[in-house]
């Protein structure tokens, strides 16, 4: 009877969660660093010359703003604010040269960058003009855009599916990507390449294993060859991922733990009736009546 109750007392406790499985994505850069494969560093320096070009823009001096930017770019990788700073500045200088092919493929990439950009009206005509022509060059063309998805039913028992895809990308613009996992304050990171447009690329979240429901939040930020970021995905506000908690089903309503406990209860029953039942030797050798 002994072994029977160790039996049960094994079953019963076999419920016990595992612990927690967000400590094994690296942990995320601090804001302004990036990730370079061996550790978070700072962005290129080209952020620091945007003031500059811009200041020789307003000066009238175009071809020298040009010049600035085109050091600029080189200082890369960028932050996606940046980059889309510097393709704006540089469509206006080259659009108050005079130079438009220069000028509208400069906004071209600006809008590949940052589809639905807007210039300030308060800008010369030279401007605004050629990049409205940038504008109607890539009417019919999709913007570069990323989706990110996932079941609607999670448990924190069980590892987690992230659907990843590109959805277009007209200027061949994205080569990898950065998802930022966030839980209670606590930001991790997953590095993946991208597939080809039209392509899901699934991403598996180790378990969080833990006993309780938990929230998560993500976004994602698509990355170009040279690491600048150059397409964003719900970065400016992450969203929310419910990951729900299902209690272990208890030891007593468990058939496949029930159905075993329950021939050893019943052999161990048996035995007990037969020892008890069962008629005694008679000493003599003869048998009772």
């Given at each position: 009877m002994r072994s029977l109750y160790a039996l049960i007392l094994v079953f019963g406790c076999s419920g016990a969660t595992a612990s927690s499985g967000f400590s094994s994505l690296r942990p995320a850069c601090p804001d302004g660093q990036r990730f370079d494969g061996t550790g978070c560093k700072p962005f290129g320096s080209g952020a620091s010359m945007i003031d500059s070009a811009e200041a020789l823009l307003t000066d009238g001096e175009p071809a020298q703003a040009v010049?600035?930017?085109?050091?600029a770019v080189a200082q890369g990788p960028h932050r996606h604010r940046t980059h889309v700073q510097m393709y704006e500045q540089l469509g206006r200088a080259y659009a108050f040269q005079d130079k438009e092919p220069e000028a509208v493929d400069a906004y071209v990439k600006l809008l590949a960058l940052s589809p639905g950009h807007l210039l300030s009206y308060h800008l010369s005509a030279k401007a605004t003009f050629k990049f409205e022509k940038a504008r109607l060059k890539l009417e019919g063309t999709p913007d570069t855009s990323i989706s990110v998805g996932w079941p609607d039913e999670l448990d924190t028992k069980r590892p987690m599916p992230i659907d990843v895809e590109v959805v277009a990308d007209p200027q061949r613009l994205l080569s990898r990507a950065v998802l930022y996992v966030e839980r209670n304050g606590e930001r991790r990171a997953v590095d993946l390449e991208l597939?080809?447009?039209?392509?899901?690329?699934?991403?598996m979240l180790p378990a969080l294993g833990t006993a309780s429901a938990e929230t998560l939040k993500v976004h994602l930020v698509g990355l170009d060859q040279g690491g600048n970021e150059v397409?964003?995905?719900?970065a400016g506000k992450p969203r929310s991922i419910f990951v729900d908690y299902t209690?272990?089903?208890?030891?007593?309503?468990?058939?496949?733990?029930?159905?075993?406990?329950?021939?050893?209860v019943v052999a161990?029953?048996?035995?007990?009736?037969?020892?008890?039942?069962?008629p005694e030797p008679d000493p003599g050798g003869v048998g009772q009546f």
């Open positions: 010049a600035v930017i085109a050091r597939p080809a447009p039209g392509v899901r690329k699934r991403v397409a964003l995905w719900a209690p272990p089903t208890p030891w007593y309503r468990n058939l496949k733990i029930m159905i075993p406990a329950g021939a050893v161990a029953v048996g035995l007990g009736v037969y020892l008890i039942v069962r």
